[in-house]
């Protein structure tokens, strides 16, 4: 199996919502001169955190242009930033609140999260091991920490850090996934399955996992059981793109390596 099949389910999904009254001020108001400008209120922010990816990625740049030091708008723009595929720019994001507060451990993670997106996580290995050191018992540095040394090929490191991902947050089901992508960069089928099946079993599974399981059940060959995943979580165009990328593959038959499972899913 190759490194580029384990990538390929690791876009995220856009999400849409419907815009709240408080955002619809937000947007009504006229434009004014940058220097007179004020931060949005707690109300209009908690609005655009529940809408999706491009309004937040407007919302919170901008917001972050009003203040450069307001650290949790250029993290919330570099969050959104990555969820739209621009890494380059999610990383320069993160690294302008580093510039500025240099501790912040939200900002460590979602420059590595930037740097793996981007395949470059050897650039965003320094910030996750910081956010670990400071937040020790917090689950997500060191799972973080997996998906960059398995991308650097520090195998030992990767399952390591997932095992203390695991210790801190058992049965979580975005570890178990990485966990599953990282054996199926080895090539390893056999061992993903079952560990995206533990994943998926569990409350908190996202649609990312669901979509991971339908792959790799796809790649292996169970084309049935992955049809059946896939026209419960994507619309009927989706999922027959999704079907006939994992047909051609698990038939032998070649595909287009640029198209990517990610990018399939989003239909």
Known sequence: MSRTTARIATVA????????????????????????????????????????????????????DIDPTDPVAGVRAAQALRELGRFDQAAEMASRVLVIQPANSDAMLELGRAHIARGQAFYGIAALEGARDARPADWRPWSLLGAAYEQVRRPDDARAAWAQALVLSPD???????????????????????????????????????????????????????????RRDLPPEAADRNLAWLRERAGGTGVDQARTWGSLQGG
């Open 13 to 64: 999904l856009l999400l849409g919502c419907l815009a709240t009254p408080a955002m619809a001020q937000a947007q009504a108001a006229p434009p004014a001169a940058a220097t007179g400008r004020q931060p949005a209120t707690a109300e209009v922010r908690a609005a655009y955190e529940r809408s999706d990816a491009l309004s937040r990625q407007i919302f919170w740049s901008d917001q972050a």
């Open 172 to 230: 979580n089901p975005d570890v178990l996934s990485n966990m599953a992508m990282s054996a199926m960069t080895r090539g390893d089928a056999a061992g993903a399955e079952p560990l995206l099946r533990r994943a998926v079993a569990q409350p908190g599974a996202s649609l990312k996992v669901r979509l991971n399981l339908a792959m790799v059940l796809g790649l292996t060959g169970n084309l049935a059981e992955a049809e059946q995943m896939l």
